[in-house]
């Protein structure tokens, strides 16, 4: 088993562009996860989808849009891509998002915008 | 909703000594408690997690504490070896998980 896997690993972009950044499990889970980690901030939630057919903002949704694809697929697009943007974003999955059960998570994507 | 502080930022300890990391969390309603190892460019692993109808939880040399009325939890790792150096980060889950900011622990031989 793969897990969460995450593409592309690293990005760059100019300011305005548009970019999709795609996650893909291989566990069953019904939830999903899009998180930024910035220096000294931690993780911080973006959007979520508790289960396949919905999806929930998160703490920091702002400039960003989501797609549960399928089960396996929970996309993350940034329309217009800013320099706040930069950081490194993680998806994550889970058996599901009511029961304390662990979040597993991919590689990372590093993206920066210039 | 939940707000999550860890401290310290970092901490050193000499190879063997044991570390402590704590987390204070707001949000009584919380009842899940996990910790995260990130290695430099890796993603978090989860190390080991607790739930509020426990006081603590054991696995070798890592344990995690848990107090629900003064809100906070501890990790404690014990017998610290170099490959223990990386950054650690708490959580609590209410609806959602809300994360630490991070301890980056770095292990002196």
């Known amino acids: 088993n793969a897990g969460v896997t995450q593409t592309p690993k690293f990005q760059v972009l100019k300011t305005g562009q548009s970019m999709t950044l795609q996650c893909a499990q291989d566990?069953?889970?019904?939830?999903m996860y899009w998180y930024r980690q910035d220096p000294g901030m931690g993780l911080r939630l973006i959007y979520y989808?508790?289960?396949?057919?919905?999806?929930d903002k998160g703490e920091v949704p702002n400039g960003y849009n989501v797609s549960r694809l399928n089960k396996r697929e929970f996309s993350l697009r940034l329309e217009s891509a800013a320099p706040s943007q930069t950081s490194v974003y993680f998806c994550?999955?889970?058996?599901?998002?009511?029961?304390?059960?662990?979040?597993?998570f991919g590689d990372g994507t590093r993206l920066s915008i210039l | 909703g939940e707000n999550v502080e860890q401290h310290p930022s970092t901490l050193s300890v000499q190879e063997g000594d044991s570390a402590v990391i704590k987390c204070t969390y707001s949000?009584?309603?919380?009842?899940?408690f996990p910790w995260y190892k990130q290695e430099l460019g890796k993603r978090p692993q989860l190390i080991i997690d607790?739930?509020?109808?426990?006081g603590e939880k054991k696995d070798q040399r890592i344990a995690v504490t848990l107090n629900k009325t003064a809100k906070h939890f501890s990790l404690h790792i014990t017998e610290t070896q170099p490959e223990d150096s990386a950054v650690y980060f708490c959580?609590?889950?209410?609806?959602?998980?809300?994360f630490g900011t991070g301890t980056r622990l770095t292990i002196i031989p």
């Open positions: 994550a999955s889970s058996a599901d998002s009511h029961s304390n059960q662990p979040q597993h």
């Open positions: 566990m069953n889970h019904n939830s």
């Open positions: 989808s508790a289960s396949e057919g919905t999806t």
């Open positions: 949000d009584s309603a919380s009842n899940y």
């Open positions: 607790i739930r509020s109808n426990v």
């Open positions: 959580a609590a889950r209410d609806e959602k998980l809300t």
